[in-house]
């Protein structure tokens, strides 16, 4: 039986293949301490018969049917006993480097953790004021943060603790190394970020860039831990699934009925120019007999919006922009692009996310036209204007997931 099939997962099957590597070096050492005693005595003895032929014969005889096999079999056993003890060796240092990296992940994990409660305190203390659309990006990005932080503790995370794993791992410990010191740095951005954030809700200064450059934040540190995975487990095991992974089997891909983009809420999906994207967050807007919707889509690398009129039959993904000085005139202009000014009003707004729903809000709002199908649209929300620049695209461009 060989050291690799008696070794388990166990202390005590460890201690075992540790017995057996012993043994294999014994019995080899034996058996050739037993093959070079019964050559020297099959030597003598034909040396000390008298003539020269039969007794000779006999000699050699017995040295390649009974020597020769001893000597060969105990060189096997005491060379593989030494092979498998360096083998060993290396499964002792893959196994010690296992225990840095669990114990380095942890670390990270309960870091990525406050930050995530701190982060819940923020949207506590901010619920009564905050513009509702940032509540929607806090959510987000706590529930990030969280898939994060479960993925570096969960135990199937870990390469298993047996022989096969660990004499298998081609994991190269320099380049995990590596990552967790670029996830211990975005961390410490985080940290200084969440910082900033609390400090701008104690001045009243706007939070929405704050934000944005915390999602970027969180976007690179799903990605280090996408790659972190991918190194220990050799591509065997991915850390976050994408939303339309998490949701296949659910609603087949390929649905463009155009009043299912009403219909989106909170953790459906969709995928957009090959990207998988998560509904964080659901504001349907009410003007008259006139309603419409956006979506703030999670998971991206920046703030994403969907948006959604007449059924579903108009669309348009939003990117935010800054507040041109001009907003408000008839006309804008945006890097050198002019923007008509072609609808306006006070709408009722009902913002779902994942915590809940608040109704009855009233937000301003304003449309400018440009070229291509684009247009800005303008927000007037209490802590203040937001801009968002859209392209419009067509329902064939998205794949629903929906629950």
Do not use: C
């Not at 043994?23 to 030597?43: E, H, K, T």
């Not at 979506?295 to 039959?313: D, K, N, R």
Request: net charge negative; no cysteine; aromatic share 8%.
């Amino acid at each position: 039986m060989s050291l690799e099939r008696s070794w388990g997962n166990s202390p005590e099957s460890g201690l075992k293949g540790v017995e057996l590597l012993a043994q294999s070096r014994l019995w080899g050492a034996v058996l050739l301490l037993a093959g070079i005693v019964i050559g020297l005595f099959g030597l003598l003895w034909a040396l000390t018969q008298p003539g020269s032929g039969g007794g000779r014969i006999f000699a050699a005889m017995f040295f390649v049917l009974i020597a020769l096999p001893l000597l060969a079999g105990g060189a096997y056993l005491f060379m593989r006993g030494k092979q498998e003890e360096q083998f060993e060796q290396g499964v002792t240092q893959r196994r010690r480097t296992l225990e840095s990296e669990t114990l380095s992940r942890a670390q990270i994990a309960d870091r990525i953790f406050d930050q995530r409660d701190r982060l819940q305190a923020v949207l506590a203390s901010a619920s009564a004021s905050a513009n509702p659309t940032s509540r929607l990006l806090l959510e987000d990005a706590m529930n990030r943060l969280n898939s994060i932080g479960n993925v570096l503790r969960r135990p199937s995370y870990e390469r298993a603790g047996s022989f096969e794993a660990l004499a298998a791992d081609s994991s190269d410990p320099d380049t995990v190394r590596s990552i967790d010191a670029t996830l211990d740095s975005g961390v410490r951005t985080l940290e200084q970020q969440v910082t900033d954030l609390v400090h701008s809700l104690g001045t009243s200064q706007p939070s929405g860039p704050l934000i944005n450059r915390l999602t970027g934040t969180i976007s690179r540190m799903e990605n280090a831990t996408n790659e972190r995975t991918r190194v220990l487990t050799s591509g065997e095991q991915k850390a976050l699934p994408t939303p339309a992974e998490l949701l296949r089997g659910i609603q087949p891909t390929g649905t463009h009925e155009p009043g299912q983009f009403g219909e989106l809420k909170p953790n459906d999906a969709l995928t957009y120019e090959g990207e998988d994207y998560v509904v964080s967050g659901r504001l349907e807007w009410s003007e008259g007999a006139t309603r419409w919707h956006s979506y703030l889509l999670g998971g991206g690398s920046g703030e994403l919006w969907l948006f959604a009129e007449q059924g579903g039959t108009r669309l348009a993904i939003m990117r935010p922009v800054a507040v041109p000085p001009d907003a408000g005139a008839e006309y804008v202009s945006i890097d050198g692009v002019r923007y008509a000014l072609t609808r306006q009003g006070t709408a009722t707004v009902s913002v779902t996310g994942s915590t809940g729903s608040r109704g009855g809000l009233f937000v301003g709002y304003r449309r400018y036209d440009g070229p291509e199908g684009r247009f800005l649209w303008l927000e007037e929300w209490d802590e203040g204007p937001k801009a968002m620049l859209a392209n419009q695209e067509r329902a064939e461009s998205f794949d629903l997931w929906i629950r």
